[in-house]
């Protein structure tokens, strides 16, 4: 199945309204490349700026809570950010899964909540390199994504992110092969859980995505698209890997 390439930057704790020169930037470039949908997923600070600057670039946020109002300090919820104009928010990164100790119960809750608010979700997957090295890297992620999964949302909205946890910011990248592999495995266990509407799940890849790795790695099959950290934060590296997207068709 022809799925439209998906390609969104994640810029982390990095970016003040100066910045913002670049998503501009990255947002003129990607005007020129219909055919590839394009996001960013900034600072909550930034976010409501950038959806009013650029309202033809997807803005979205790098995590939700998964409950609708609350005490929860210093959290943000779905409803906020359809507030400040987001229309796609980032769950289960492996640093939040980290430093947060995110698990997948709870990742499962903010994926659907952001569906039922009908922001676009990308849910994250991957192995550490102690599993990848034990030869378990496909058996762990797929559990991982099985139990990170939303059980009562349309899928329409969600796209999954497969970033191996050593090859974040690392420089290293996982082989084609590997990551064709770990694609086709992922697919199974959505068309396992949401039959005909799993093969729509677009699954992108992440882990030092660049302008040079770009084209390789999206002519594997089943790679719908990446999340990008490092290189998504300067317009001069984000776009290359946009236009290798458009290219892959
Ligand atoms: C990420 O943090 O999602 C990511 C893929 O980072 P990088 O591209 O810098 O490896």
Redesign the pocket.
């Known amino acids: 199945m022809q799925r439209r390439k998906l390609v969104v930057g ?1 810029w ?1 704790m990095h970016g003040v309204a100066a910045d913002l020169a670049e998503a501009l930037a990255i947002a003129e470039a990607a005007s020129a490349f219909e055919q590839v949908d394009v996001g960013l997923c900034l600072p909550a600070t930034l976010i409501e700026r950038a959806a009013r600057a650029l309202p033809r670039l997807h803005i979205g946020s790098q995590d939700l809570h998964h409950a609708d109002k609350g005490a929860h300090t210093g959290c943000v919820c779905a409803a906020m950010l359809l507030d400040a104009g987001a229309s796609m928010a ?1 769950v289960g ?3 939040r899964r980290q430093a947060q100790s995110e698990n997948d119960e709870e990742v499962r809750a903010k994926a659907e909540a952001g569906l039922g608010a009908a922001l676009a979700v990308i849910l ?1 997957v991957g192995e550490s390199l102690d599993v990848r090295e034990a030869g378990e890297a496909v058996a762990t992620v797929q559990r991982q994504l099985d139990a990170s999964l939303p059980r009562d949302n349309s899928v329409g909205k969600l796209s999954i ?1 497969y ?1 191996p946890i050593w ?4 420089g290293r990248t996982a082989t084609c092969e590997d990551i064709g592999e770990m694609h086709v495995a992922l697919r199974q266990r959505l068309v396992a859980a949401f039959g005909d509407a799993g093969e729509g799940v677009r699954i992108l890849y ?5 302008a040079a790795n770009a084209a390789e790695i999206f002519s594997v099959d089943d790679v719908d698209g ?7 934060l300067k317009a001069a590296d984000f776009v290359p890997i946009i236009e290798a997207a458009a290219r892959a068709g």
């Open positions: 994640n982390k980032i990164h492996s640093e994250c992110a970033e090859a974040i910011g690392s992440g882990g030092s995505v660049k990446a999340l990008v950290g490092g290189a998504s």
